[in-house]
């Protein structure tokens, strides 16, 4: 028996990806103590609850100052028992992708080889409750469609056009104009509390719900269409039917549209992708789902 230690300064989106190699690690150890040290930011909580982790530290200083330059000394300081001696893992993506060979690998499988195993899949791992779900049934009371349009790392446009992974705001509306006039499906919009609101009327504005809300709310969609981005992963972890609007600054791989059969990936400059593009594939994925009610 010993004590991991899994360190990580990671968006929503790697947390989650960090996930897949937290369940392998737990079957390949189950003797050993895991603790993991993460932000304390609210979309952190995306690992409450998860049964491969023994202790979970919501750190003040990885939120508002990073990772300290001495970090054993920091280690030291925290709330665990490291009598016995400890093995320290850093699960964020800035150290999993250090190198462009790293960066072309998707994340998940770049965290499990930093902790020594293997994973079955990609595939994160998040855990809801009957609250989580009864929350999310209370918000929206017809069948609807999700829509994300922030993303955290987002950098400029070299055409200065807007950034990256950005679709613009006048299809995210004619989409919403569209998906409405058919009558079948109300719209949900999410984002965190600080994101810029979409000016879309006739839409719910869901903006700032606990995170493990949001991921009950994906799971009773009848579809989520999002940017590249954190809430893409979350839809993946609940098996949602998903659009993702994928910008091409990310690799391909990080994609991996073959294994989501329940995903459509618009691959490419998110301004390359029409309005047609996105509604085509909602249409798709929704023409034979059972909404949930």
């Given at each position: 028996m010993g004590e991991a230690i899994f360190l990580g300064l990671n968006a929503l989106g790697d947390t989650l990806c960090a996930t897949p190699a937290l369940h392998?690690?737990?079957?390949?150890?189950?003797?050993?103590?895991?603790?993991?040290?993460?932000?304390?930011?609210?979309?952190?909580?995306?690992?409450d609850d998860n049964p491969d982790i023994d202790v979970?530290?919501?750190?003040?200083?990885?939120?508002?100052?990073?990772?300290?330059?001495?970090?054993a000394d920091w280690i030291r300081s925290l709330p665990i028992d490291l009598a016995g001696g400890a093995t320290l893992y850093r699960l964020d993506m800035r150290f999993a992708c250090s190198t462009i060979d790293a960066f072309h690998r998707h994340i998940s499988y770049r965290f499990a080889e930093l902790v020594g195993?293997?994973?079955?899949?990609?595939?994160?791992?998040v855990y809801l409750d009957a609250?989580?779900?009864?929350?999310?049934?209370?918000?929206?009371?017809?069948?609807?469609?999700?829509?994300?349009?922030?993303?955290?790392?987002?950098p400029e446009r070299e055409?200065?056009?807007?950034?990256?992974?950005?679709?613009?705001?006048?299809?995210?509306?004619?989409?919403?104009?569209?998906?409405?006039?058919?009558g079948e499906f109300d719209?949900?919009?999410?984002?965190?509390?600080?994101?810029?609101?979409?000016?879309?009327?006739?839409?719910?504005?869901?903006?700032?719900?606990?995170?493990?809300?949001?991921?009950?709310?994906?799971e009773r969609a009848a579809c989520v269409v999002t940017l590249e981005s954190g809430i893409g992963h979350l839809a993946y972890a609940v098996d949602a039917r998903t659009v993702v609007i994928y910008s091409n600054m990310?690799?391909?791989?990080?994609?991996?549209?073959?294994?989501?059969?329940?995903?459509?990936?618009l691959y490419g400059d998110p301004y390359e992708t029409s309005v047609?593009?996105?509604?085509?594939?909602?249409?798709?994925?929704?023409?034979?789902c059972a909404v949930t009610r």
């Open positions: 392998a690690f737990r079957r390949q150890h189950p003797g050993d103590t895991m603790v993991c040290v993460v932000q304390s930011a609210p979309f952190c909580h995306v690992l979970l530290i919501y750190s003040e200083q990885l939120y508002f100052k990073g990772i300290p330059e001495e970090t195993v293997e994973i079955e899949s990609p595939r994160p791992f609250l989580h779900r009864r929350a999310a049934s209370t918000l929206v009371s017809r069948p609807f469609i999700v829509f994300s349009t922030n993303s955290v790392s987002n055409d200065k056009r807007g950034r990256k992974k950005d679709w613009p705001l006048d299809r995210w509306a004619e989409l919403a104009n569209r998906i409405l006039a058919e719209i949900a919009v999410i984002g965190a509390e600080r994101d810029p609101r979409l000016p879309i009327s006739g839409v719910r504005m869901l903006y700032g719900l606990p995170i493990r809300v949001v991921a009950a709310l994906l990310m690799p391909p791989e990080w994609a991996r549209p073959a294994e989501l059969s329940r995903f459509r990936i047609d593009d996105v509604f085509e594939a909602v249409q798709t994925l929704t023409a034979t």
